[in-house]
């Protein structure tokens, strides 16, 4: 298989950037670890590692306190069960999966001022811990 051919694969696909590059590095670390175990001649370049990284532009953004403030009193006013959920995911970036997980009484580390999401709970399968930031607070 030549680069071209893989590329070709790859558009083919009809991936978004991000997840074209993460489908690039999977065929990369694949090609390298069966040219490593003798499934591929040594010695040969792996062909897609030929193949360039696209620029993934990040779509991270900062919402403007106005929006903020209105959706969280829409929250209050519709269903203040959901409040803490929403603040959450606001404020300290938990994502949605792992907010319905969560068990807010054990999660919610006060004396260690973060949150604390098991590795069951985590999406990625690893325990991680999130500052409470004052807005949360508040």
């Not at 009484?105 to 590795?119: C, G, K, L, P, T």
């Amino acid at each position: 298989m030549t680069a071209t051919e893989i590329n070709k694969w790859l558009v083919s696909r009809g991936l978004r950037k991000r997840s074209r590059n993460n489908e690039r590095a999977i065929l990369i670390t694949f090609s390298v670890w069966a040219r490593n175990n003798r499934y591929l001649p040594l010695g040969l370049p792996v062909p897609v590692s030929e193949i360039k990284k696209l620029n993934a532009p990040t779509t991270i953004s900062i919402s403007p306190i106005a929006a903020v403030t209105i959706l969280l009193a829409e929250i209050q006013k519709q269903n203040s069960e959901l409040l803490p959920y929403a603040a959450c995911g606001l404020f300290a970036g938990v994502r949605p999966k792992e907010l319905l997980r969560l068990r807010f009484e054990e999660a919610f580390r006060w004396a260690h001022n973060d949150i604390e999401i098991r590795a069951n709970q985590a999406k990625t399968g690893m325990r991680r811990l999130t500052k409470i930031q004052d807005n949360l607070k508040a």
